[in-house]
């Protein structure tokens, strides 16, 4: 049964028990219906206490139903009857309270919890907004200030903030159900407060929504959902109850349909898949508690920075006294940011770095569990350094180079015990980039392989698989995209245009203006050495503009132009005479036909990818592109946008 059912002294406990995260799917739904009918008619049921089974209470509606036809008993029935019935609901809740969890909570006459409860409303992370009274009765119940940061702006509410905005009418202890009990059956003999639709509010300021409205659109990044869940709880504020309930399950059912709601289920499925692949989950990791970096760079800080604020305790090796120190320096400033924002305390500053140490050398990596290499992408340098970790490491350390184009097989010629070594491509800045390509090489031992997804997992990082070939999914794809972007410069196109549109489509920054933050000599030298190693590879645009000393905003120009201190890009006429022995006549082209063309070059990449075991799976791809190379989350990623193309096309 996916509902149990228990009696207590006239008092009924309702489970749901729908592992793993007690989905509200049809028969949760009809289940409940029919038990707040029975036990209205049961004159021996005074009260009933709704729980979750394990560790949760609900965790939202089943996602599996979206793109099915709605099936009745529809949810905000359910609420509703759970609200109006004759004998009181009382939510009891342990673990997250989340969706349509939350909103079933809502609909009971109070709300229990232990410390562990957490609340919120994330519809807006699937394109779509709380569908079953969330937007109404949560404002009438803890304010609609807090109710708009819920409801629109993604946030968690923890216990005792629960408590204290009146959302949580009390705190128990573990064991729950006891203490729930006990709850009720002191609640029974006093007046029960008004159901959470039936509290009134006074209508707010006029500010409140001109700030929100303001603070959710400079959030969003184009999508849609956040912004219609403010107008669905501003409705029901100043035109009632009914009107807003009746509107919110409009935009709801409307948003439910959309391209961007398929695009946000899509990546919600991919991203729970990519953490663990079915091929190694039945292989155990190993233990993981000491982790060493060879480099103290940009990368190499940054991801000292995420093993750090993972927990783990990390060994960082430099080659010299200067270089140790600005290591340990770069990570103190990265971590007292993090302070000055809010994110830790000063407490936990200290204590990170208490779990540092910095050598000059390779002492100290005979205790690392694994060990991450982060040096110049120099195939020689590299080799060096796995040289000097095959005698210090333990034979039972996992090896790891964070390479971006290099096959990890070269890297790794000589290295004993090969089967404990793979690629892991970090992207920068590493502490705070999701997304983590995972590159084994044939010897790579499955347990290997097991504990790196998990140490992705505690970095809180979007593993991908990937296989080796030059730039591996994600560069690979990069490389084509501005390939053809250069092509479209070729054609005439503007490349002012060509960044506009790629802007309008939803990236933060045209392909031009990517580069020209990077550094366009990152890719020019990439080309050069493969020039040296006699591979044919044709001149480029931005080969020219490198020569002539254009390296982006760092040198004042690239593709554009930068006044000092000013990264805003300007039109060069500069980088037009520079390039111009390239470009055809000038050509207007609409932004929609560049976007198209520009999406056409990555899946047909994609697809060469997949054709060639690199990728898993189409889905893998739209992870890389979007956590690693800004594709808009709400247009679901290249290999999303085909497959969309193709459906409208049948």
């Known amino acids: 049964m996916t509902?149990?059912?228990?009696?207590?002294?006239?008092?009924?406990?309702?489970?749901?028990?729908?592992?793993?995260?007690?989905?509200?799917?049809?028969?949760?739904r009809e289940r409940l219906l029919t038990?707040?009918?029975?036990?209205?008619?049961?004159?021996?049921?005074?009260?009933?206490?709704?729980t979750g089974a394990g560790a949760l209470f609900v965790a939202g509606a089943d996602i599996t139903e979206f793109d099915r036809p709605v099936e009745p008993p529809f949810l905000p029935d359910v609420v509703a009857r759970i609200e109006r019935a004759a004998k009181p609901w009382v939510a009891a809740i342990r673990g997250a309270a989340l969706g349509g969890g939350l909103e079933l909570a809502l609909g009971c006459r109070m709300r229990i919890a232990t410390g562990t409860a957490r609340f919120a409303l994330p519809e807006v992370n699937l394109g779509i907004i709380p569908g079953s009274g969330g937007t109404q009765r949560l404002p009438r119940v803890i304010g609609i200030a807090e109710a708009i940061r819920v409801v629109a702006e993604n946030h968690t509410l923890d216990a005792a903030e629960a408590v204290r905005l009146g959302l949580v009418d009390a705190m128990v202890e573990e064991p729950l159900l006891p203490g729930a009990i006990a709850?009720?059956?002191?609640?029974?003999?006093?007046?029960?407060?008004?159901?959470?639709?039936?509290?009134?509010?006074?209508?707010?300021?006029?500010?409140?929504?001109?700030?929100?409205?303001?603070?959710?659109?400079?959030?969003?990044?184009?999508?849609?959902?956040?912004?219609?869940?403010?107008?669905?709880?501003?409705?029901?504020?100043?035109?009632?109850?009914?009107?807003?309930?009746?509107?919110?399950?409009?935009?709801?059912?409307?948003?439910?349909?959309?391209?961007?709601?398929?695009?946000?289920?899509?990546?919600?499925?991919?991203?729970?898949?990519?953490?663990?692949?079915?091929?190694?989950?039945?292989?155990?990791?190993?233990?993981?508690?000491?982790?060493g970096v060879v480099g103290g760079g940009?990368?190499?800080?940054?991801?000292?920075?995420?093993?750090?604020?993972?927990?783990?305790?990390?060994?960082?090796?430099?080659?010299?006294?200067?270089?140790?120190?600005?290591?340990?320096?770069?990570?103190?400033?990265?971590?007292?940011?993090?302070?000055?924002?809010?994110?830790?305390?000063?407490?936990?500053?200290?204590?990170?770095?208490?779990?540092l140490e910095t050598n000059i050398g390779y002492g100290g990596v005979e205790r690392c569990d694994v060990v991450i290499e982060a040096v110049f992408e120099e195939l020689a340098v590299k080799r060096a350094v796995f040289s000097e970790l095959g005698r210090f490491c333990r034979p039972d350390a996992i090896l790891a180079t964070n390479t971006s184009y290099i096959d990890p097989r070269l890297i790794a010629e000589g290295l004993p015990e090969p089967e404990r070594f793979l690629g892991l491509h970090f992207f920068s800045p590493a502490h705070v980039m999701k997304l983590l390509e995972i590159v084994p090489t044939p010897e790579t031992a499955p347990d290997v392989l097991a504990?790196?997804?998990?140490?992705?997992?505690?970095?809180?990082?979007?593993?991908?698989?990937?296989?080796?070939?030059?730039?591996?999914?994600?560069?690979?794809?990069?490389?084509?995209?501005?390939?053809?972007?250069?092509?479209?410069?070729?054609?005439?196109?503007?490349?002012?245009?060509?960044?506009?549109?790629?802007?309008?489509?939803?990236?933060?920054?045209?392909?031009?203006?990517?580069?020209?933050?990077?550094?366009?000599?990152?890719?020019?030298?990439?080309?050069?050495?493969?020039?040296?190693?006699?591979?044919?590879?044709p001149d480029m645009p931005g080969d020219l503009l490198v020569r002539a000393g254009r390296k982006g905003q760092k040198t004042g120009?690239?593709?554009?132009?930068?006044?000092?201190?000013?990264?805003?890009?300007?039109?060069?006429?500069?980088?037009?005479?520079?390039?111009?022995?390239?470009?055809?006549?000038?050509?207007?082209?609409?932004?929609?036909?560049?976007?198209?063309?520009?999406?056409?070059?990555?899946?047909?990449?994609?697809?060469?990818?997949?054709?060639?075991?690199?990728?898993?799976?189409?889905?893998?791809?739209d992870l890389v592109e979007v956590h690693g190379y800004g594709f808009p989350r709400r247009r679901g990623g290249p290999m999303f946008q085909l497959g969309r193309a193709d459906a409208n096309r049948v």
């Open 451 to 537: 504990t790196v997804f998990e140490i992705a997992r505690r970095l809180g990082k979007i593993p991908v698989r990937a296989g080796i070939c030059d730039g591996f999914i994600g560069n690979r794809i990069l490389r084509r995209f501005r390939t053809e972007a250069e092509a479209l410069v070729r054609d005439g196109v503007g490349i002012a245009a060509i960044d506009a549109a790629m802007r309008g489509f939803g990236f933060a920054m045209g392909p031009f203006e990517m580069q020209d933050m990077a550094g366009l000599d990152i890719a020019f030298l990439h080309r050069e050495a493969a020039r040296k190693r006699g591979e044919p590879v």
């Open 557 to 621: 120009g690239g593709w554009y132009d930068y006044a000092p201190g000013d990264r805003r890009p300007q039109p060069s006429a500069k980088a037009e005479r520079i390039l111009a022995p390239l470009m055809g006549p000038r050509t207007d082209m609409a932004g929609e036909v560049i976007v198209a063309r520009l999406m056409a070059t990555m899946a047909q990449e994609g697809q060469a990818i997949l054709a060639e075991g690199i990728a898993a799976s189409a889905a893998d791809i």
């Open 35 to 50: 038990l707040a009918q029975a036990f209205d008619k049961d004159p021996a049921i005074r009260a009933v206490i709704l």
């Open 183 to 291: 709850f009720v059956r002191v609640a029974l003999d006093k007046a029960l407060p008004l159901p959470s639709l039936d509290r009134p509010l006074s209508e707010p300021a006029q500010e409140i929504w001109t700030e929100a409205e303001q603070r959710i659109a400079s959030h969003a990044k184009g999508a849609s959902a956040p912004l219609q869940a403010l107008e669905v709880l501003k409705c029901g504020i100043e035109q009632g109850a009914a009107a807003g309930l009746a509107r919110e399950r409009a935009t709801f059912l409307s948003l439910r349909g959309s391209e961007e709601a398929a695009a946000l289920r899509h990546l919600f499925f991919a991203e729970r898949a990519a953490m663990r692949p079915a091929d190694i989950r039945g292989t155990a990791p190993r233990p993981v508690d000491t982790a």
């Open 298 to 355: 940009t990368m190499g800080s940054g991801i000292a920075a995420a093993l750090l604020n993972a927990g783990l305790s990390v060994v960082l090796v430099e080659q010299d006294a200067a270089g140790a120190s600005r290591a340990r320096e770069t990570l103190a400033s990265l971590f007292e940011a993090s302070q000055r924002r809010g994110q830790i305390t000063g407490e936990e500053v200290a204590e990170r770095l208490g779990r």
């Open 3 to 28: 509902v149990n059912i228990d009696i207590d002294g006239g008092i009924a406990i309702v489970t749901i028990a729908n592992p793993p995260v007690n989905a509200i799917n049809a028969a949760v």
